[in-house]
């Protein structure tokens, strides 16, 4: 069964360092997202994007943040210079349809600034 | 802005009996879904309903939309050991470009 993968599973850095989080979405898919769930709290929309451009954005995803589909299977998230409260859980998702279906989640890249 | 809420925030039961769960809303909404998360992992659908639906079922899951109440129940019917995992509402508008906004969720126990 076809399934999103994200790398790295865990990833450790120093506050203000750049991390760049890794996606490969279902081959037939055409909508992608990021989420990200602070440890013990709700799952929190970050950004989608289709046709290689954002279409939405959360509050969350301020300029520190970018997303890139550097070729035609990966889809990526970067932080430039990533502060404590970044630690968290990131999941990519993907979607054949937006709004009208469902989302197809990775395992999640946890990660952790020191 | 919209937001999921679900109680119980926990819930503990034993294997065979059945589990409900319920979500609150704030907003009018295109589709309401649920979503499973085992401890440490990813999220997994396991249905979806839209507003002009009240009722659906797959295989031991039923859930239950009112939208003049902007609530939704997922009920576990049978409900097995396996079954222990958190269980999160998401809710979907028009024109959000995919966005799901996620309750905090209901973490279910299910003893053997």
């Known amino acids: 069964e076809p399934e999103v993968t994200q790398t790295p599973s865990h990833q450790v850095t120093q506050m203000g360092q750049e991390v760049i989080l890794r996606c490969v979405p279902i081959s037939n898919h055409l909508y992608f997202y990021w989420y990200r769930q602070i440890l013990g709290q709700k799952v929190e929309f970050l950004v989608s994007f289709y046709n290689n451009e954002i279409s939405e954005k959360s509050e969350i995803f301020d300029d520190q943040f970018s997303v890139e589909r550097p070729d035609g299977s990966n889809f990526t998230l970067k932080i430039r210079s990533t502060k404590l409260e970044d630690s968290a859980m990131y999941f990519c998702?993907?979607?054949?349809?937006?709004?009208?279906?469902?989302?197809?989640f990775g395992e999640g890249s946890r990660l952790t600034v020191l | 802005s919209q937001q999921g809420e679900e109680d119980p925030q926990a819930l503990s039961i034993q294997e065979g009996e059945n589990a409900t769960m319920n979500c609150s809303y704030k907003t009018s909404i295109n589709n309401l879904q649920w979503y499973r998360q085992n401890s440490g992992r990813g999220l997994v659908h396991l249905i979806l309903i839209r507003s002009n639906e009240r009722e659906k079922h797959s295989g031991r899951l039923r859930v239950t939309l009112d939208t003049s109440k902007k609530s939704s129940s997922l009920l576990i019917t049978a409900s097995r050991a396996a079954d222990t995992a958190s269980y999160f509402c998401a809710t979907d508008r028009n024109n959000q470009g995919g966005k799901l906004i996620f309750g905090q969720g209901t973490e279910l126990s299910v003893k053997p």
């Open positions: 998702a993907s979607s054949k349809r937006s709004n009208t279906g469902e989302l197809f």
